[in-house]
Nanobody
Framework: QVQLVESGGGLVQAGGSLRLSCATS????????MGWFRQAPGKEREFVAT????????SHADSVKGRFTISRDNAKNTVYLRMNSLKPDDTAVYYC???????????????????WGQGTQVTVSS
């Protein structure tokens, strides 16, 4: 049974930082690209960041570039999202996801991901 479990969300003031973690089990983690997406109330799910299976390539959405950093530890089967200089517009439920078919490129398309976590809430107050 594949499980992706996000943690590290919470309430933070604007300008603050958080680090999200996504612990996985039941899949060969090092064979999957990983991604972070987010969904705010009343909005569609949007891409945040992706990382290839060997960390050779990362990509971040323009809205978070320079503030957020995706990374992974294949020994711990975990992917991270470091979020700095948080803004109220970053408020959303953050989801991690695993993708096999794009394991060497990563992807910003939700429909290319095979497995999803349940999400963790991030709330940024002004």
């Amino acid at each position: 049974q594949v499980q992706l479990v996000e943690s590290g969300g919470g309430l933070v003031q604007a300008g603050g930082s958080l680090r999200l973690s996504c612990a996985t089990s039941g899949l060969m983690f090092s064979s999957y690209a990983m991604g972070w997406f987010r969904q705010a109330p009343g909005k569609e799910r949007e891409f945040v960041a992706t990382i290839t299976r060997n960390s050779g390539r990362t990509s971040h959405a323009d809205s978070v570039k320079g503030r957020f950093t995706i990374s992974r530890d294949n020994a711990k089967n975990t992917v991270y999202l470091r979020m700095n200089s948080l803004k109220p517009d970053d408020t959303a439920v953050y989801y991690c996801a695993a993708a096999y078919s794009v394991r060497d490129t990563g992807s910003d398309r939700p429909n290319q991901y095979d497995f999803w976590g349940q999400g963790t809430q991030v709330t940024v107050s002004s």
